[in-house]
């Protein structure tokens, strides 16, 4: 089983600055998809940015890049120009690429999370 | 705006008390999935529904029991509530096998008593 470590429960920053969220994975597969989302307090969880493991090529989105070591099983989100907005529960997260066990489709491996402030 | 919604945002029910919390998808996505997530915890998959297929977790409790009646609903039944079944349930939806990301409702945040 895919297991998705997340080893900063909490992190801060200053407003405008960057800061890079890690996410560590470990799974046997070639072929998978990794994610980022965003849980804003009380809020539904959005999608923030997705990779493809076949691709070599790191994801960006706006101020939103990660940083894809496959080798290393590693997937870090950096956030750009952080804003206040970005304050928010921050979820790595896994899907293999092969089919599930029963009808074609698996869910998502999460990891706990980590806890991003930002101070104005 | 196509969306996930679901209800109620905040449930209180009894201890063995059975309850229902619903999912309900504008976005005619063909896979619709249940999570669990306690404080602190990453969400944790419970089951879903692929097209009409319904694809139970190894580890969800009996207890734990879904309907889809339709495309766009999806319902989770809890029989008989315990205290460690006090989570926020989050549903979501995916269009196939939701390789380029799954759409999240706002969750029910459900408290035993």
């Known amino acids: 089983a895919q297991t998705v470590t997340q080893s900063q429960p909490e992190m801060s920053v200053q407003e405008a600055e960057t800061v890079t969220l890690s996410c560590t994975y470990d799974?046997?597969?070639?072929?998978?998809?990794l994610f980022w989302y965003k849980q804003p307090p009380s809020r539904q969880m959005i999608l923030v940015i997705r990779?493809?493991?076949?691709?070599?090529q790191n994801a960006t989105e706006n101020r939103f890049s990660v940083n894809f070591q496959k080798a290393a099983k590693s997937f870090s989100l950096k956030i750009s120009d952080s804003q206040l907005g970005d304050a928010a529960m921050y979820f790595c997260?896994?899907?293999?690429?092969?089919?599930?066990?029963?009808?074609?489709?698996?869910?998502?491996?999460f990891g706990k999370g980590t806890h991003l402030i930002i101070q104005p | 705006d196509a969306m996930v919604i679901q209800n109620p945002r905040y449930q209180v029910t009894q201890f063995g008390k059975p309850v229902t919390l619903s999912c309900s998808q504008t976005?005619?996505?063909?896979?619709m999935y249940w999570y669990q997530q306690k404080s602190s915890q990453a969400p944790k998959l419970l089951f879903h529904?692929?097209?009409?297929?319904?694809?139970n977790e190894a580890d969800t409790p009996d207890n734990f029991q879904s309907r889809r009646p339709n495309t766009s609903f999806c319902f989770l039944d809890i029989r008989s509530p315990g205290l460690g079944d006090a989570a926020m349930y989050l549903c979501?939806?995916?269009?196939?096998?939701?390789?380029?990301?799954?759409?999240f409702g706002s969750g029910t945040r459900l408290t035993v008593v």
């Open positions: 979501a939806t995916s269009r196939g096998r939701g390789v380029l990301g799954y759409t």
């Open positions: 799974t046997s597969e070639s072929d998978y998809y």
């Open positions: 990779q493809e493991a076949y691709k070599q």
């Open positions: 997260a896994y899907r293999s690429a092969g089919m599930g066990s029963g009808g074609g489709a698996d869910g998502l491996t």
């Open positions: 976005l005619n996505h063909n896979v």
């Open positions: 529904y692929y097209d009409k297929d319904f694809n």
